[in-house]
């Protein structure tokens, strides 16, 4: 069973930092892809930026240059670090991981979700 554990969550005042991490276990990490996504109260959850197995990122238009996503597959653990956050930056934050099934494409699995609070 793959289990995602999300940490590093709390509250930051506007232009604070914080490094999210997301744990994974019972997976092979370095097959999956991954990503960070966030729901703020009323809205839809949200792509905030991936990583692909080989490396590759991806980001939101709204966090490019202020989020940076990492992984260490050594430690089955992908990482967001977040700089100059805004209030608008508030939400929970998920870790997504995207699991090789063959030929039934990919199986999906997300983490219980850590919040961030940027206060002004």
């Known amino acids: 069973q793959v289990q995602l554990v999300e940490s590093g969550g709390g509250l930051v005042q506007v232009g604070g930092s914080l490094r999210l991490s997301c744990a994974a276990s019972?997976?092979?990490?370095?097959?999956?892809?991954m990503g960070w996504y966030r729901q703020a109260p009323g809205e839809q959850r949200e792509s905030v930026a991936s990583?692909?197995?080989?490396?590759?990122?991806n980001y939101a238009d709204s966090v490019k240059g202020r989020f940076t996503i990492s992984r260490d597959n050594a430690k089955s653990t992908v990482y967001l670090q977040m700089n100059s956050l805004k209030p608008e930056d508030t939400a929970v934050y998920y870790c997504?991981?995207?699991?090789?099934?063959?030929?039934?494409?990919?199986?999906?699995?997300w983490g219980q979700g850590t919040q961030v609070t940027v206060s002004a």
């Open positions: 019972g997976t092979i990490f370095s097959r999956n892809d």
């Open positions: 990583i692909t197995s080989g490396g590759t990122t």
């Open positions: 997504n991981a995207q699991e090789p099934a063959g030929r039934w494409g990919q199986l999906e699995f």
